[in-house]
């Protein structure tokens, strides 16, 4: 591949500061070690279950996280570090996020309006026209509240949020919750189209199959860690498969059998060191409980883990 | 405006009349209830003795002595209806005419300190929740803080110990200057003698809008919208005037609208200490007077003024909300 | 940290703008945190008002010495708050009055949150007809500007202690009673009350076990936050003239008769009395703004 990097992150870390029992402040770190690059044109997802923490992955790149999240790591934008003055330009423009649900539409602003960010500006107003037409909306929603739209319109709105500008990189959050079948496979075509016009997508979801089916890359996050990049292709066998986490993933598949591994993602908490998968891992060893797991490259991926398979 | 709304108004206005007649009848229960002898009150006990039997059987009917109460109430309520609300037993004069006059000077001061304070109160406050946990939010916190726990007479006192005592550039008292007749009132005077209540009034006014606007601007400005607005590169003022504005001046209006019962309460004290002849000052004479017709009669004006905020309030928030006015339902 | 010693050499900080790097610092630094403040400011304000208190209780001969010899002086060392027109020595009047007003207020503002508790109790359990009847009646309180209704109560008592502390009772009570039934009201709702009701558990278990651990607190806050408003309409209505009599020199009684000497220029007699009287609303303010605080389960992120 050897388009344009546009994102790369490196060993990126966040964690919450909070108040235990009494007046301890504790560090609740929620990202421990997440690494993601995404190239132009392509559209990478990030699968983890639902409340892992992978919406402040996106939060934390735009630079909006809550002001008691503290975040580390190396964010890289098109070859230069990302610091926040930088991503104060940026975002909006190049960098455009798309919002999960309706909450992050104002309730009491017209839908047009909204889009534009209040302005008049007649450019604007005249591509905001030309989506419209494309994503098959009446004008007339415009002039609509978003309490009057349905789910569906409100996903096509919040993409048009996105394509008002001209972004190289669209960092869709859970685009597909609570759409049926159908309306989800739309929404994600939406975002390869975005793709394919030569954008940089970041999409983050809980939807392995429905990543499988549009994304060419999909990174596993588990328990605050990237455990496995692997290309799409690599999931039609388990064998191409690395990390044993991925693999039951794979299994647990519908049209692979749909066998579930017990346990569940440790929580925050009470992680110990070492690999976060090793209390559910068959092949967990010694090893893997005492040492940090290094992220290393195997094959046309990566992978988080100390066995070669 | 549609079906909905009307009923909504109608019904709101039913209830109105009703709690009217309720505190008519709590307030009259109230008047009654008490021990205070209105003879001895505003007679004197020396007078009184004085007097003889007759002359004291006039003025226990002119004080309404002696009649049981549930057939007073219901000749009151029948002159009330008429619009008659009796005759003012300290100042011998019929009670709408008082009224009228107090009302007037009144209505000049709550107006002023009304809109000053709105204004005021919820530019700070909406300053304060945009600037959350800075420095500008902490003094204006710690303003309304301040103002809220100073009683408004003693702001009063204070303001007039400055600029009627000690610099000498504004009038101590009264609504008009002392000696001068009615007709050479200007309305510059008025004003001159209307300043300082309606500062003080203002004064007080201001921490309680402030704060709830301040408090629904931060709960604003955690929302997803707001965060979404920050992730598409809005200014802090693009955010306030997109988002934050238009989300907090309904809750704002409602909130003045549903307050002018505090502005009322404030003006009773800031008139006293001012003595400016205004409703709430006719109210402290009454109350210590037992002068009951002229009290009742301001209960219920100032019940109707109370009662009549929260009827607007409650359109109002119909009217800015499209949730409510495009007929959809609330969430 | 431990995992940190683990990561790989090559760690930069992408932002490195000097607040991100300072908050990082700060925080892991600070042992000194907010609920700490709050703590040590809970003990300064609590302590000012036992100060006041058992102030007043010493000073109840002091605040009544006239002495012709002392009058009408300005603040100075021996009198720090002056003396009036009596001789008598504003520093005791003033922690005599507050005293007598913190405890009028107190006794208003727990009778009146007592009060709130019960119909706020009633109104969302007792069925449609009791809700009605208590939502009408806090409308009808709300209805009277707050003043206008304790001038009514305190001439219907015939003016004195007991007006007082009916009046402000009686006028306080509206918004803690909406408060606690809308709680109730939500907590039937609650998921896990249903099903214990589902499991047999006894209405009194449920009470006891779900219901009380979270009203407490609010009722708590509630009642302290009362206070402040108590004693500012307990000193207004006696400023006014309807409350105490001049003989018990409430802190409304001592403003009121500075008011009469303000335009001779002596105005310490209003000045050092009004500012305790904020000083000690301020302090129950911050109290309950502070217990609130602490109580709070959603303050963890502060």
Same mark, same amino acid.
């Given at each position: 591949?050897?388009?344009?990097?546009?994102?790369?992150?490196?060993?990126?870390?966040?964690?919450?500061?909070?108040?235990?029992?009494?007046?301890?402040?504790?560090? $609740?770190?929620?990202?421990?070690?997440?690494?993601?690059?995404?190239?132009?044109?392509?559209?990478?997802?990030?699968?983890?279950?639902?409340?892992?923490?992978?919406?402040? $992955?996106?939060?934390?790149?735009? *630079?909006?996280?809550?002001?008691?999240?503290?975040?580390? *790591?190396?964010?890289?934008?098109?070859?230069?570090?990302?610091?926040?003055?930088? &991503?104060?330009?940026?975002? *909006?423009?190049?960098?455009? $996020?798309?919002?999960?649900?309706?909450? #992050?539409?104002?309730?009491?602003?017209?839908?047009?309006?909204?889009?534009?960010?209040?302005?008049?500006?007649?450019?604007?107003?005249?591509?905001?026209?030309?989506?419209?037409?494309?994503?098959?909306?009446?004008?007339?929603?415009?002039?609509?509240?978003?309490?009057?739209?349905?789910?569906?319109?409100?996903?096509?709105?919040? &993409?048009?949020?996105?394509?008002?500008?001209?972004?190289?990189?669209?960092?869709?959050?859970?685009?597909?919750?609570?759409?049926?079948?159908?309306?989800?496979?739309?929404?994600?075509?939406?975002?390869?189209?975005?793709? !394919?016009?030569?954008?940089?997508? $970041?999409?983050?979801?809980?939807?392995?199959?429905?990543?499988?089916?549009?994304?060419?890359?999909?990174?596993?996050?588990?328990?605050?860690?990237?455990?496995?990049?692997?290309?799409?292709?690599?999931?039609?066998?388990?064998?191409?498969?690395?990390?044993? #986490?991925?693999?039951?993933?794979?299994?647990?598949?519908?049209?692979?059998?749909?066998? #579930?591994?017990?346990?569940?993602?440790?929580?925050?908490?009470?992680?110990?060191?070492?690999?976060?998968?090793?209390?559910?891992?068959?092949?967990?060893? !010694?090893?893997?409980?005492?040492?940090?797991?290094?992220?290393?490259?195997?094959?046309?991926?990566?992978?988080?883990?100390? #066995?070669?398979? | 405006?549609?079906?909905?709304?009307?009923?909504?108004?109608?019904?709101?206005?039913?209830?109105?009349?009703?709690?009217?007649?309720?505190?008519?009848?709590?307030?009259?229960?109230?008047?009654?209830?008490?021990?205070?002898?209105?003879?001895?009150?505003?007679?004197?006990?020396?007078?009184?003795?004085?007097?003889?039997?007759?002359?004291?059987?006039?003025?226990?009917?002119?004080?309404?002595?002696?009649?049981?109460?549930?057939?007073?109430?219901?000749?009151?309520?029948?002159?009330?209806?008429?619009?008659?609300?009796?005759?003012?037993?300290?100042?011998?004069?019929?009670?709408?005419?008082?009224?009228?006059?107090?009302?007037?000077?009144?209505?000049?001061?709550?107006?002023?300190? =009304?809109?000053?304070?709105?204004?005021?109160?919820?530019?700070?406050?909406?300053?304060?929740?945009?600037?959350?946990?800075?420095?500008?939010?902490?003094?204006?916190?710690?303003?309304?803080?301040?103002?809220?726990?100073?009683?408004?007479?003693?702001?009063?006192?204070?303001?007039?110990?400055?600029?009627?005592?000690?610099?000498?550039?504004?009038?101590?008292?009264?609504?008009?200057?002392?000696?001068?007749?009615?007709?050479?009132?200007?309305?510059?005077?008025?004003?001159?003698?209307?300043?300082?209540?309606?500062?003080?009034?203002?004064?007080?006014?201001?921490?309680?809008?402030?704060?709830?606007?301040?408090?629904?601007?931060?709960?604003?400005?955690?929302?997803?919208?707001?965060?979404?607005?920050?992730?598409?590169?809005?200014?802090? =003022?693009?955010?306030?005037?997109?988002?934050?504005?238009?989300?907090?001046?309904?809750?704002?209006?409602?909130?003045?609208?549903?307050?002018?019962?505090?502005?009322?309460?404030?003006?009773?004290?800031?008139?006293?200490?001012?003595?400016?002849?205004?409703?709430?000052?006719?109210?402290?004479?009454?109350?210590?007077?037992?002068?009951?017709?002229?009290?009742?009669?301001?209960?219920?004006?100032?019940?109707?003024?109370?009662?009549?905020?929260?009827?607007?309030?409650?359109?109002?928030?119909?009217?800015?909300?499209?949730?409510?006015?495009?007929?959809?339902?609330?969430? | 940290?431990?995992?940190?010693?683990?990561?790989?050499?090559?760690?930069?900080?992408?932002?490195?703008? /000097?607040?991100?790097?300072?908050?990082?610092?700060?925080?892991?630094?600070?042992?000194?945190?907010?609920?700490?403040?709050?703590?040590?400011?809970?003990?300064?304000?609590?302590?000012?008002?036992?100060?006041?208190?058992?102030?007043?209780?010493?000073?109840?001969?002091?605040?009544?010495?006239?002495?012709?010899?002392?009058?009408?002086?300005?603040?100075?060392?021996?009198?720090?708050?002056?003396?009036?027109?009596?001789?008598?020595?504003? +520093?005791?009047?003033?922690?005599?009055?507050?005293?007598?007003?913190?405890?009028?207020?107190?006794?208003?503002?727990?009778?009146?949150?007592?009060?709130?508790?019960?119909?706020?109790?009633?109104?969302?359990?007792?069925?449609?007809?009791?809700?009605?009847?208590?939502?009408? +009646?806090?409308?009808?309180?709300?209805?009277?500007?707050?003043?206008?209704?304790?001038?009514?109560?305190?001439?219907?008592?015939?003016?004195?202690?007991? @007006?007082?502390?009916?009046?402000?009772?009686?006028?306080?009570?509206?918004?803690?009673?909406?408060?606690?039934?809308?709680?109730?009201?939500?907590? /039937?709702?609650?998921?896990?009350?249903?099903?214990? /009701?589902?499991?047999?558990?006894?209405?009194?278990?449920?009470?006891?076990?779900?219901?009380?651990?979270?009203?407490?607190?609010?009722?708590?806050?509630?009642?302290?936050?009362?206070?402040?408003?108590?004693?500012?309409?307990?000193?207004?209505?006696? +400023?006014?003239?309807?409350?105490?009599?001049?003989?018990?020199?409430?802190?409304?009684?001592?403003?009121?008769?500075?008011?009469?000497?303000?335009?001779?220029?002596?105005?310490?007699?209003?000045?050092?009395? @009004?500012?305790?009287?904020?000083?000690?609303?301020?302090?129950?303010?911050?109290?309950?703004?502070?217990?609130?605080?602490?109580?709070?389960?959603?303050?963890?992120?502060?």
């Amino acid at each position: 591949m050897e388009k344009e990097k546009i994102l790369e992150i490196n060993h990126m870390r966040i964690s919450f500061c909070q108040y235990q029992k009494g007046m301890r402040q504790t560090e $609740l770190q929620v990202i421990r070690d997440l690494n993601v690059t995404v190239h132009a044109g392509e559209m990478v997802a990030i699968v983890g279950s639902s409340g892992s923490g992978k919406s402040l $992955l996106a939060h934390g790149i735009l *630079g909006i996280l809550p002001y008691n999240a503290f975040m580390k *790591g190396e964010i890289q934008y098109c070859g230069e570090t990302l610091t926040e003055k930088r &991503i104060r330009k940026l975002r *909006g423009k190049e960098i455009v $996020l798309v919002p999960q649900s309706t909450s #992050y539409l104002d309730p009491l602003m017209k839908v047009g309006q909204q889009i534009c960010k209040g302005k008049k500006n007649p450019e604007k107003k005249r591509k905001l026209n030309r989506i419209f037409e494309q994503y098959s909306l009446d004008q007339k929603v415009q002039e609509q509240y978003p309490f009057e739209l349905s789910g569906g319109m409100t996903r096509r709105i919040m &993409i048009s949020t996105a394509l008002i500008e001209t972004p190289k990189l669209v960092i869709a959050d859970e685009p597909t919750p609570g759409l049926d079948p159908r309306l989800a496979r739309r929404a994600m075509e939406h975002f390869r189209q975005l793709a !394919d016009m030569g954008a940089a997508v $970041l999409m983050i979801t809980h939807d392995l199959e429905l990543a499988l089916d549009t994304a060419d890359r999909i990174q596993v996050f588990y328990a605050g860690y990237t455990i496995e990049d692997a290309i799409a292709e690599d999931f039609l066998k388990e064998e191409t498969l690395r990390h044993p #986490y991925t693999r039951a993933l794979w299994r647990a598949m519908p049209k692979n059998g749909f066998h #579930y591994i017990d346990g569940v993602q440790p929580y925050t908490r009470d992680m110990k060191p070492g690999c976060p998968f090793a209390p559910r891992c068959e092949k967990c060893t !010694d090893r893997c409980r005492e040492k940090e797991v290094p992220w290393r490259s195997s094959g046309n991926g990566y992978v988080r883990c100390v #066995y070669d398979t | 405006m549609n079906r909905t709304t009307g009923k909504f108004i109608f019904r709101n206005f039913i209830k109105m009349i009703l709690l009217l007649f309720a505190v008519s009848i709590a307030a009259f229960a109230l008047m009654t209830a008490s021990p205070i002898d209105p003879l001895k009150a505003n007679v004197g006990q020396t007078a009184l003795g004085s007097m003889s039997q007759e002359q004291i059987a006039k003025l226990e009917e002119y004080w309404g002595v002696g009649k049981p109460p549930v057939q007073r109430y219901l000749a009151w309520f029948r002159d009330f209806v008429k619009g008659d609300m009796g005759v003012s037993l300290l100042y011998r004069q019929k009670v709408t005419t008082v009224i009228a006059v107090k009302l007037g000077n009144s209505l000049f001061l709550m107006v002023i300190a =009304w809109i000053l304070s709105g204004v005021t109160g919820f530019l700070l406050g909406a300053l304060a929740g945009m600037k959350h946990g800075k420095p500008i939010d902490k003094v204006i916190k710690g303003y309304c803080l301040l103002i809220s726990s100073t009683p408004a007479f003693w702001i009063a006192m204070l303001l007039l110990m400055i600029f009627g005592v000690w610099l000498k550039i504004l009038p101590i008292g009264l609504s008009v200057p002392i000696g001068v007749e009615a007709s050479g009132v200007t309305f510059l005077d008025r004003v001159r003698h209307a300043i300082l209540p309606a500062v003080t009034l203002s004064i007080t006014g201001i921490s309680n809008i402030a704060m709830h606007t301040r408090e629904k601007m931060i709960d604003i400005c955690d929302s997803d919208y707001v965060l979404f607005a920050r992730a598409r590169g809005e200014s802090t =003022w693009e955010i306030f005037r997109n988002h934050g504005f238009r989300n907090v001046l309904g809750p704002a209006m409602t909130l003045q609208f549903a307050s002018i019962s505090e502005i009322f309460g404030g003006s009773v004290l800031v008139e006293q200490v001012f003595s400016y002849p205004g409703l709430g000052q006719a109210a402290v004479s009454a109350g210590l007077g037992s002068d009951l017709p002229l009290l009742m009669a301001i209960t219920i004006i100032s019940a109707i003024f109370v009662f009549g905020g929260n009827l607007i309030a409650n359109i109002l928030y119909g009217v800015i909300d499209p949730r409510i006015r495009r007929g959809g339902v609330v969430r | 940290m431990k995992e940190a010693a683990t990561f790989p050499e090559k760690r930069l900080d992408v932002y490195t703008e /000097k607040n991100f790097a300072e908050n990082e610092e700060g925080y892991r630094k600070k042992k000194w945190n907010r609920r700490k403040t709050i703590i040590v400011l809970l003990i300064v304000a609590i302590g000012f008002l036992a100060a006041v208190c058992i102030g007043g209780f010493f000073c109840k001969e002091a605040a009544q010495v006239t002495d012709f010899s002392r009058k009408n002086l300005p603040p100075c060392l021996s009198y720090p708050f002056g003396t009036d027109w009596l001789g008598r020595d504003m +520093f005791a009047r003033t922690v005599r009055g507050l005293s007598i007003s913190i405890i009028i207020g107190v006794c208003a503002a727990t009778f009146s949150a007592v009060m709130a508790f019960i119909l706020g109790v009633v109104s969302a359990t007792m069925g449609k007809t009791a809700d009605a009847v208590v939502t009408w +009646f806090i409308d009808l309180v709300m209805g009277i500007p707050h003043m206008l209704l304790l001038i009514l109560i305190c001439v219907a008592c015939g003016r004195g202690l007991k @007006g007082v502390i009916l009046g402000v009772a009686l006028t306080h009570w509206t918004s803690l009673a909406r408060l606690i039934r809308g709680e109730v009201l939500q907590l /039937k709702e609650q998921i896990y009350i249903k099903t214990a /009701k589902k499991l047999g558990k006894s209405n009194l278990y449920i009470a006891m076990k779900h219901m009380v651990p979270h009203l407490l607190p609010q009722f708590i806050v509630g009642l302290v936050l009362l206070f402040p408003h108590a004693i500012l309409h307990e000193s207004s209505i006696t +400023f006014l003239g309807f409350g105490l009599s001049n003989e018990q020199p409430a802190i409304g009684i001592i403003l009121s008769e500075a008011m009469k000497y303000l335009v001779t220029g002596k105005w310490w007699l209003a000045l050092f009395p @009004g500012i305790m009287l904020i000083l000690t609303v301020v302090c129950f303010f911050t109290t309950g703004e502070n217990l609130r605080m602490l109580l709070d389960p959603a303050s963890v992120h502060e």
